[in-house]
């Protein structure tokens, strides 16, 4: 314990963010680092626990505790090692991650939580300045070869882990660069894309292969894949948008969330797009849905200098603190209030959307709505009723569907696999082994579990491939988490 009375003499604190007025003027992100006083004093609020939540929050099973001491040390290379042996990425779960360890610290009972994903993200950061991380490249071989379908972090996850066990792996990835939603559905604002290539590139130089532009099941039969690799873990999120199919979905400036994300994060990158382009400046724009995504597309709308921003969710809205039915240390349903929000946006609660209406020439013009009225049960939301002359127009040019995902892309792979699905449209595969219903096949992330979290997607590749590596040599030493283990696969 870095400092037992750090959490009694400081409170939480996070990094300054450059004014919103400054930063919706550009695609680059915006969060400051720490100073090294103000660092060392938000980890040295840690209390290390008797019994840390945290650990028991993060899916990773991070060892908070323990970095955070280091940090508050200054040991540096402490910090990173404790880290990494556990998360592959945390330069990315220190960005984007929702932090649910910080809903399970202790000192959150009566106090601020931890400042933990921030903490993260400077580990990291200050490792590659200091040249901490550096490719593995003295691996024992073990002759196995192992395709990876999907580069987001699911994949990147698996595919990591197995080179590391020796195995040789390939990366398959439709898209023209690795990354999955890291790189087209995360806006460049919360994640450059310069870090996702920093990794890649180090996972090259470590002896993966990545096979961009390249959709199995079309440019690569599974039956190829079947023949040549010994394993194939199938990595490729959950991909199937939500559709609103009310009247009037057919007009032209309804678009799902993804189609305007993907669009802008490729414009940033100076990549040129087939589609027409989906430009909202000047516009009225209502994104329908109050998640994540839905958050993404009113910061890129602030960005492409909207006229106006309304986001809708169709569930009330919910509490800013924890009430009875949200105890600590459960995950609570707050409100959350992002930056993108921050930016400027109105928000509306327990609305649904009733129809498109259009212009008469096929294009958007109007969102007709009502209002709802929620029964709530155990202080939860059970079932709604619209509210009897609710009913009105507002003005709208784009609508954004940002209702979630449904289940993966069943057409091309999958299909051809024949692997079975679950009942929600999912590779069917457990969290026992994460083998399908095919043998050498397995599946990791939210192909597999549905939509979830980067730090579920990464978890779920780390597990995927210690069981593949089980599979393929008999017993796997990937299972441990200290880092130690697995250093008899290095030469």
């Known amino acids: 314990m870095g400092k037992p009375t750090g959490f009694l003499e400081f409170t939480r604190e996070l990094p300054a963010k450059r004014p919103a007025a400054e930063r919706v003027n550009d695609y680059k992100e915006f969060i400051e680092k720490f100073t090294d006083e103000k660092l060392n004093q938000q980890s040295g609020r840690c209390m290390n626990c008797g019994i840390p939540f945290c650990h028991n929050g993060c899916p990773l099973g991070n060892v908070i505790p323990e970095f955070n001491d280091a940090v508050y040390r200054k040991n540096w290379q402490d910090a990173y090692e404790i880290l990494s042996s ?5 330069e990315f779960t220190g960005r984007i991650c929702p932090a649910p360890c910080e809903t399970a610290c202790v000192l959150g009972i009566n106090q601020p939580a931890i400042t933990i994903e921030e903490i993260e993200r400077h580990i990291i950061e200050i490792a590659f300045e200091k040249g901490y991380v550096q490719p593995q490249k003295q691996i024992s071989r073990t002759g196995k070869k192992i395709a990876v379908v999907g580069s987001g972090p699911a994949g990147l ?10 195995h040789s792996v390939t ?6 660069l690795p990354g999955g939603l890291l790189r087209y559905g995360i806006p460049d604002f919360k994640l450059e894309k310069w870090v996702i290539d920093r990794r890649v590139k180090l996972m090259e130089e470590e002896g993966i292969t990545f096979k961009n532009n390249t ?3 079309v440019d690569v039969t599974v039956n190829d894949l ?3 690799y010994q394993a194939i873990v199938l990595a490729g999120g959950s991909t199937i948008p939500r559709d609103l199919p009310i009247p009037g979905r057919d007009q032209k400036g309804v678009y799902f969330a993804m189609e305007f994300l993907k669009q802008q994060n490729k414009r940033v990158a100076n990549i040129p797009t087939k589609e027409e382009d989906i430009i909202v400046t000047g516009k009225h724009v209502v994104v329908i849905g109050g998640g994540d995504t839905g958050s993404d597309c009113v910061g890129t709308s602030n960005r492409q200098k909207a006229k106006s921003i309304t986001q809708f969710e169709l569930l009330p809205k919910p509490p800013a603190e924890r009430n009875d039915q949200m105890p600590w240390p459960t995950y609570p349903m707050l409100l959350k209030t992002t930056s993108s929000h921050e930016e400027g946006c109105d928000r509306k609660w327990a609305v649904a959307t009733k129809e498109f209406i259009g212009d008469g020439k096929g294009n958007l013009k109007a969102l007709k709505l009502v209002d709802l009225e929620w029964k709530i049960v155990d202080g939860r939301p059970a079932s709604f009723v619209e509210v009897a002359g609710s009913e009105r127009e507002i003005p709208c040019d784009y609508a954004f569907l940002a209702m979630g995902f449904v289940h993966p892309q069943h057409e091309g792979a999958i299909n051809q696999l024949e692997v079975e699905l679950d009942e929600r449209g999912n590779v069917k595969a457990t969290e026992k082994n994460y083998q399908t219903s095919i043998a050498k096949i397995f599946a990791a992330g939210d192909v597999r579990r549905g939509q979830s979290l980067v730090v579920w997607a990464i978890k779920e590749g780390r597990d995927c491939a210690q069981k593949v590596d089980e599979f393929l040599m008999g017993q796997s030493l990937l299972e441990t988490a200290d880092g130690d283990a697995i250093s008899r696969y290095l030469v």
Request: aromatic residues 8%; charged residues 20%; negative net charge.
């Open 171 to 176: 990366v398959f990835e439709r898209d023209d």
């Open 157 to 166: 996850a698996a595919a990591a882990q197995l080179n590391v066990a020796g």
């Open 86 to 90: 556990t998360n592959n990425f945390p």
């Open 226 to 228: 079947v023949r040549e």
């Open 215 to 217: 959709n199995v099941g």
